[in-house]
């Protein structure tokens, strides 16, 4: 298994050119160039690489320039000079502009993967010009990409917040409740029953805090903030391995900064006076 990357990841020297998010799988590619370390490669850097994909797609980021999104085969091994990291480990490293590309780009690359096939009719899908869908040319059936929404709250009981880790958690961290919404759910909803299942208890005062793209696979993350309103905590062991009640100065290991289960931390710990600089979290 690569190790995560520790140092930043550079922004594109020359940003008017292509810039490549290769895959295998959830994997990114990312070449060493000797003196600068670690970057995602340019179209000169690709082209160098000789890798053939299986497939592409030509995406314009929130910058205005062009990306080019790649998966290669699970098989392929990295060329000299290269490797695959997990895009879980790259937070940090790519920095939020570029992570953002990144997170959209393999949400393009697993939706292209998986509708090469109608799922009405079983025949296969064709590109629609001037927008990111495919369509069955025989049914006319037309996909999107599909973005399954999830939430995910702060939990407060006066000066404590509780945290929980579940039995996928990277050792000793914890964050907060989380669940996908199901069908027929408003947002709030998902919130009330995802804390009633997961931990027993029953929250109140259900508020928007905010939303970040989650590609693991394809979610937007929707951030709340809800008071407890009583009950004592009933784990649901499939989900949770352990859940207990945090004050600001016995915080577990938490988030690492980036993803909007540290920026509801980091809210909380600033609303009393104490600097998120003070929150562990794991290299």
């Known amino acids: 298994m690569l190790e995560p990357v520790s140092d930043p990841v550079p922004e594109p020297t020359n940003p008017t050119e292509p810039i490549y998010f290769a ?64 895009l879980r480990w790259l937070y940090e490293a ?48 037309t996909d999107y990409p599909r973005i399954s929404p999830a939430i995910i709250v702060r939990i407060e009981r006066g000066e404590q917040i509780l945290l929980a ?24 909803e998902t919130v009330v029953r995802e804390v009633r299942e997961e931990v027993g208890i029953e929250v109140t005062n259900v508020r928007y805090f905010g939303s970040q793209p989650w590609p693991f696979p394809n979610s937007l993350m929707v951030g709340f903030v809800a008071d407890y309103a009583g009950g004592e905590l009933r784990l649901q062991e499939a989900e949770v391995e352990d859940a207990a009640w945090f004050s600001v100065d016995e915080m577990p290991i938490v988030s690492s900064p980036l993803s909007i289960a540290r920026t509801l931390l980091d809210d909380w710990v600033r609303a009393r006076g104490r600097d998120p600089a003070i929150l562990r979290t794991l290299p």
């Open 23 to 86: 895959f295998r799988g959830r994997h990114l590619l990312l070449v060493d160039e000797e003196g600068s370390g670690l970057r995602l490669p340019d179209a000169e850097r690709w082209a160098a690489l000789g890798i053939e994909p299986l497939r592409s797609n030509h995406l314009t980021g929130e910058d205005g320039f062009q990306h080019v999104v790649v998966e290669v085969p699970d098989e392929l091994e990295p060329p000299a000079g290269a490797g695959f990291h997990n």
């Open 94 to 141: 790519l920095g939020e502009e570029v992570y953002r590309a990144a997170a959209r780009a393999v949400q393009v690359m697993e939706w292209d993967r998986t509708h090469q096939f109608c799922g009405r009719c079983g025949t296969g899908t064709e590109r629609v010009q001037g927008e990111l869908a495919k369509r069955c040319p025989n049914c006319g059936q």
């Open 165 to 188: 880790r579940g039995p996928n958690s990277r050792p000793g961290m914890y964050s907060h409740v989380a669940g996908f919404v199901e069908p027929g759910e408003s947002l709030e």
